[in-house]
C-alpha cells in the first residue's frame, strides 16, 4: 500500500544520499517527513514481487537502508510489469544531517 502523498515530506539532498550500491536503473528518490524520523522512499517490483525496506544500521553518521523485492519460490505465472511503490521506513531519531545509504536485495519467500 502506498502512503498518502504528504505536504511536509522534503527530498533529501543529493549530498546526503549514497545510491551507488544501487543498480543503475534503480529509482533514486527519498524523503523526509515531518520531524525527520520517517523517511519515505521510491522502491521497484515487478511480476510476483513485493518490495520492502530494512533499516540494517542506524548510527550518529549514516543510516543504511536495504531494498528487498521478495518473489515466491514456487513456479507460477506472472505478469511482466516494473511497479515503483513509495515506502515508509521509521528512524529512531530524526535523520538531521545524517547520510543515507541505500542497498538492495533480491530474496525468495
Known amino acids: 500500500m502506498q502512503p498518502p502523498p504528504d505536504a511536509a515530506a522534503a527530498p533529501l539532498p543529493a549530498a546526503q544520499l549514497d545510491a551507488n550500491a544501487l543498480p543503475e536503473s534503480y529509482p533514486k528518490q527519498l524523503s523526509t517527513v515531518g520531524d525527520g524520523r520517517t523517511l519515505t522512499i521510491k522502491a521497484e517490483e515487478g511480476g510476483c514481487g513485493k518490495a520492502s525496506a530494512e533499516i540494517k544500521d542506524q548510527n550518529p553518521q549514516r543510516v543504511v537502508l536495504n531494498l528487498v523485492e521478495t518473489t ?33 536485495e533480491q530474496r525468495k519467500s
Do not use: F, W
Not at 79 to 97: C, F, H, K, S
Open 72 to 104: 515466491p519460490s514456487t513456479k507460477q505465472m506472472c505478469t511482466m510489469d516494473i511497479r515503483y511503490p513509495v515506502l515508509n521506513v521509521q528512524l529512531a531519531e530524526p535523520l538531521g544531517q545524517r547520510v543515507v545509504e541505500l542497498h538492495s
